[in-house]
């Protein structure tokens, strides 16, 4: 499943939660299974933000400094 998707389901079960329109075992149930995709969403985060700060370091490492100019520092006439 996708983050959005997972976002979406969240959000979902949060409205069922708040509704007040659920007996006790629906909401124990709910709240389950909103706890398994937070556990998800966060898992998918950490492995989004490893993967972020590796094309940083590729791209510190390949000389391309971090002031909004995409071009190598080589290329530049600054």
Do not use: C, F, W
């Amino acid at each position: 499943m996708k983050i959005e998707e997972l976002m979406n389901e969240l959000e979902r079960i949060v409205e069922l939660l708040n509704s007040q329109n659920l007996t006790l075992d629906e909401s124990l149930n709910m709240y389950k299974r909103g706890v398994e995709i937070y556990r998800k969403l966060q898992e998918a985060l950490k492995s989004i933000k490893v993967e972020i700060e590796d094309l940083y370091a590729q791209l510190q490492h390949d000389g391309v400094e971090n002031d909004g100019d995409n071009r190598p520092t080589e290329g530049r006439n600054d």
